[in-house]
Each structure stands twice: as structure tokens, then as C-alpha cells.
């Protein structure tokens, strides 16, 4: 059973581009997370998604973020105009049935964004 | 608002021996989890333990244990005949018992001493 599976692996950009992260989730699971760690900290919440619907956005940044999980296809976190504040590790979690009693996020191995 | 701490920013281990990282935590729920995560270099997160609030059993994972003080909401890691394999970041992180997402502390970085 593969793991939570992110690319790219690394991504550098410059500043005012636009940068697309992708995570495909462990098999059997139909929910998705987005963390961001910056250097020397924890990760911290940004995004919960289940297939088609975002159901909790309270850690995305207001402006130049968004996400998706389509029917098909990978779950993907946007970042348009980069800068330099964006620099960061960007993990992607996902788990078979949140709120259950037992229930464990699985993480990727992350994308290290570095902006320019 | 629920807040995690670590306030270990380093610690070291003599190989084979054991080491206790420290976590403590801030909520107003009763029910809740606790989960210790380990972050090597290449940066993987990877789970260690998990705890469930409502079990007064210390979760055991071979080598790792934690002591779970749900009164002093303390729940502290473990590692016991310690590897050089174990050297890597550990962040304790929580979560509601039907909550979407975990909360995270700052780490602790692990070094193991041959």
C-alpha cells in the first residue's frame, strides 16, 4: 500500500510566479490535509479537503493560496505570485474516516518550496 | 484554543541509553488524542505513538512509551535503549476527538551519541 504521495519533492521559484504542489493520498483514503512548516517551527494547519469540497480553510492564507481535490487526479495546493515569505516545507496528510475515534493522518514527504 | 509545548528544543542520548522528551498541552475538551511524531532528515514525518485521551494506559510502541498525565495535560515520550537511527526531530501534536486538523508543537531535536 503506497504511502501519501507529494511532488515535486522540491521546487524553487522566483518571486511574482505561481507555484502548484500536488499530493495523491494513500490508497482508500478520501480526505486531505495541507501543512506548512516554516524553518525551526512545527507544522501548522492550512487546509482540510474531501474529494470535490473544501471543508475546513481556516489556516489558508486569505490571499494568493487556494486548494482543490478533484473527482480525479491529485489534490493540489496553489500559491500564485510567490514571495519570499512562502519559503517553506509544505506537507500534504491524508486519512480514511476523520472524527472517528481511532482515526491517524498519514503525511507525505513533503514539497521544500524555496522562493527566489 | 488548543496549544502545544515542547519546551526541549535539544536533547541528547548516549547510544543505548534512554531519554525522556517533554510535551505539554492546552485544551478544554475531555476527549482528545496525542500522537508523537518522529522527522528524520530527509524530512519525512513519520508516527511514533498515539494515545487516546480516555485510556489511563500508557500507550507502548516497542522501544517508545509515553507518560500520559492527563490532569497535568503532560504527555511526555519515552525512548528507551536508545539507536543512532532514533536522531531526528519529535514533535508532539493533538487533536480533538472529531477535529480535522492537528496541532503541533515546536519539536524537539533528538541527538544520539555513539
Known amino acids: 500500500n503506497a504511502g501519501v504521495m507529494q511532488n515535486p519533492r522540491h521546487l524553487v521559484r522566483r518571486r511574482g510566479q505561481e507555484a502548484r504542489l500536488r499530493c495523491s493520498p494513500m490508497k482508500g483514503h478520501s480526505h486531505v490535509y495541507w501543512y506548512r512548516q516554516l524553518p525551526e517551527e512545527g507544522l501548522k494547519f492550512m487546509v482540510y479537503l474531501q474529494k470535490e469540497n473544501i471543508i475546513d480553510e481556516s489556516g489558508m492564507p486569505k490571499e494568493r493560496f487556494s486548494a482543490e481535490f478533484p473527482k480525479e487526479g491529485p489534490s493540489i495546493l496553489r500559491i500564485q505570485q510567490v514571495v519570499r515569505g512562502d519559503s517553506a516545507a509544505y506537507f500534504c496528510a491524508s486519512s480514511e474516516r476523520p472524527g472517528y475515534s481511532s482515526e491517524t493522518q498519514y503525511f507525505g514527504p513533503g514539497t521544500r518550496l524555496l522562493v527566489l | 484554543a488548543q496549544t502545544v509545548t515542547q519546551s526541549q528544543p535539544e536533547m541528547s542520548v548516549q547510544e543505548a541509553e534512554t531519554v525522556t522528551l517533554s510535551c505539554t498541552y492546552d485544551?478544554?475538551?475531555?476527549?482528545?488524542?496525542l500522537f508523537w511524531y518522529k522527522q528524520p532528515p530527509s524530512r519525512q514525518m513519520i508516527l511514533v505513538i498515539r494515545q487516546e485521551a480516555y485510556k489511563q494506559q500508557n500507550a507502548t510502541e516497542n522501544r517508545f512509551s509515553v507518560n500520559f498525565q492527563k490532569a497535568a495535560k503532560s504527555f511526555s515520550l519515552k525512548i528507551s535503549d536508545s539507536q543512532l537511527g532514533d536522531a531526528a526531530m519529535y514533535f508532539c501534536?493533538?487533536?480533538?476527538?472529531?477535529?480535522?486538523?492537528?496541532?503541533f508543537g515546536t519539536g524537539t531535536s533528538l541527538t544520539v551519541i555513539p
Open positions: 485544551t478544554s475538551e475531555s476527549d482528545y488524542y
Open positions: 501534536a493533538y487533536r480533538t476527538y472529531t477535529g480535522n486538523q492537528f496541532y
